[in-house]
Each structure stands twice: as structure tokens, then as C-alpha cells.
T-cell receptor, first 116, second 116 residues
Framework: DAGVIQSPRHEVTEMGQEVTLRCKPISGHNSLFWYRQTMMRGLELLIYFNNNVPIDDSGMPEDRFSAKMPNASFSTLKIQPSEPRDSAVYFC??????????????FGEGSWLTVV | AQKVTQAQTEISVVEKEDVTLDCVYETRDTTYYLFWYKQPPSGELVFLIRRNSFDEQNEISGRYSWNFQKSTSSFNFTITASQVVDSAVYFCALSEVTGGGNKLTFGTGTQLKVEL
């Protein structure tokens, strides 16, 4: 079975450029999460969607970050304009949420972003 | 607010030693879920186990075992007869269950180094 698929795996970009990270969740999953991992802050939730609707975006650092989920099988996280402090590993994750049960969240392999 | 504390930043052991990774959590929820994830040097996050707050039975899976104690708000992870391949960062996480699904709060991770 295919897991969560993220692209690109690695990206190096110049400050000021737009960055788009892509995610395909596990088929059938209805919750999708974007996490960011840095040495300083560890793993932090940026935003999550349920049934394609953004539920909580309180972790999105600022207006330069935006996320969309146009359908159940695709999501993007966009940074515009990018800054060096955005350098991090960005993880996409998905789960099958049924009511109030704590379903397992499965992670992609991450997108390693470096902004120079 | 949910909080997960992994007080051990780094642990080094010699192969075949047993090692326990500590996890202490805080939550006001009566229903919650606890997780352990492994992050090997390659960077992906690998799901290891999920436990719900109503099930305090210890669990064993091969060389891995988990001890969940609500009385001390702890969910510790033991690796028996450690191997070099166990070298990784291990994250404990707590799930906040909402009507829109569940989202994870991670601890800061414990870096485990298993040497020959």
C-alpha cells in the first residue's frame, strides 16, 4: 500500500522565491496534517484539514504560509516569499478520523527545504 | 494545554543492553491517545504504537515494550537487547481528540545511539 507521498524530497531555493510543497495522503484517509521540524522548535503542527476543510491553522507562522486541499487526494503548502528561517523539514501526514477516536497518523518522508 | 516531556535528550548504550525511554505527558482530557514514533537517520517518521487512555495494559512487540501508567502520566518505551539499527530519535506524542479528528503534540525526542 502506498503511504503518504510528498514532493519534492529536497529543495534549495533563494530567499524571496515561492516554494510549493505537495502531498498525496493515503487513499481513504480524511484528515491531513502539515508539520514542520526544526532543531529549535522540534515538530510543530502548522495546519490540519478534515474532509478537505481547514480545521486549525493556528500553527501557520505568518501570512507568507498558505495551505490548500482542493480534493481528498492532494494538498499543497506554499511559502511566498520564502526566507532563510523557513529552512526546515516539512512533513505531511494523514489519518482516517472517525468521530472522536484517536486514529493513527501516518507521516510522509518529509520535504527538506533550504532557503539561502 | 497538552504537553509531552521527554527529559532524556540523548542516550548512548552498547549493543545488547536494554534501554528505557521516558515520556511524561500532561492533559486535561479524559480521553486521549499516546503514540511513539521513530525517526531513523534517513529522516522519515515511523509509527510504532498507539495507546488509548482507557487501556493501561502493557504491550510487547518483539524487542519493544511499552509501559503506560495513568497514575504517573507516563508512557515509557523499553528496547530489550538493543541493536545498532535501533539508533534513531524517538518521539512520544499525545493526541488531542477533537470533533474534526485528532492532532498530535510531540515531545522533543530522545536521541538513542546504540554502539557496538
Amino acid at each position: 500500500d502506498a503511504g503518504v507521498i510528498q514532493s519534492p524530497r529536497h529543495e534549495v531555493t533563494e530567499m524571496g522565491q515561492e516554494v510549493t510543497l505537495r502531498c498525496k495522503p493515503i487513499s481513504g484517509h480524511n484528515s491531513l496534517f502539515w508539520y514542520r521540524q526544526t532543531m529549535m522548535r522540534g515538530l510543530e503542527l502548522l495546519i490540519y484539514f478534515n474532509n478537505n476543510v481547514p480545521i486549525d491553522d493556528s500553527g501557520m507562522p505568518e501570512d507568507r504560509f498558505s495551505a490548500k486541499m482542493p480534493n481528498a487526494s492532494f494538498s499543497t503548502l506554499k511559502i511566498q516569499p520564502s526566507e532563510p528561517r523557513d529552512s526546515a523539514v516539512y512533513f505531511c501526514a494523514s489519518s482516517l478520523a472517525r468521530g472522536h477516536s484517536g486514529n493513527t497518523i501516518y507521516f510522509g518522508e518529509g520535504s527538506w527545504l533550504t532557503v539561502v | 494545554a497538552q504537553k509531552v516531556t521527554q527529559a532524556q535528550t540523548e542516550i548512548s548504550v552498547v549493543e545488547k543492553e536494554d534501554v528505557t525511554l521516558d515520556c511524561v505527558y500532561e492533559t486535561r482530557d479524559t480521553t486521549y491517545y499516546l503514540f511513539w514514533y521513530k525517526q531513523p537517520p534517513s529522516g522519515e517518521l515511523v509509527f510504532l504504537i498507539r495507546r488509548n487512555s482507557f487501556d493501561e495494559q502493557n504491550e510487547i512487540s518483539g524487542r519493544y515494550s511499552w509501559n503506560f501508567q495513568k497514575s504517573t502520566s507516563s508512557f515509557n518505551f523499553t528496547i530489550t537487547a538493543s541493536q545498532v539499527v535501533d539508533s534513531a530519535v524517538y518521539f512520544c506524542a499525545l493526541s488531542e481528540v477533537t470533533g474534526g479528528g485528532n492532532k498530535l503534540t510531540f515531545g522533543t525526542g530522545t536521541q538513542l545511539k546504540v554502539e557496538l
